[in-house]
Nanobody
Framework: QVQLVESGGGLVQAGGSLRLSCAAS????????MGWFRQAPGKEREFVAA????????GQADSVKGRFTISRDNAKNTVYLQMNSLKPEDTAVYYC?????????????????WGQGTQVTVSS
């Protein structure tokens, strides 16, 4: 089992920034890729970004390219999501997820483990 704990969410004005963190523990050696997803009120959960532990290859949703950056600190077993130029439409619960595959695409199916989520609210 891999346990994931997100932090860093909060309330921010449009145009502001936040950095989310996801700390992984447990059988972390079994996860090869980490991802961030988000779910806005009344909408389905959607892919935001993903990164491979080994090598750091990344994938991102078109809606966040140029504004969000995913990174990882292997020594700390932690993944980050730096969010800049935030918009009200970025308001959502953000979830961290881990997969034992090298998949960095947008599907949720490959992900085996999920965190509880952290709320991000962007005011206009």
């Amino acid at each position: 089992q891999v346990q994931l704990v997100e932090s860093g969410g909060g309330l921010v004005q449009a145009g502001g920034s936040l950095r989310l963190s996801c700390a992984a523990s447990g059988r972390t050696f079994s996860s090869r890729t980490m991802g961030w997803f988000r779910q806005a009120p009344g909408k389905e959960r959607e892919f935001v970004a993903a990164v491979r532990w080994n090598g750091g290859s990344t994938g991102q949703a078109d809606s966040v390219k140029g504004r969000f950056t995913i990174s990882r600190d292997n020594a700390k077993n932690t993944v980050y999501l730096q969010m800049n130029s935030l918009k009200p439409e970025d308001t959502a619960v953000y979830y961290c997820a881990a997969t034992e595959t090298y998949y960095i695409g947008s599907l949720q199916g490959p992900y085996d483990y999920w965190g509880q989520g952290t709320q991000v609210t962007v005011s206009s």
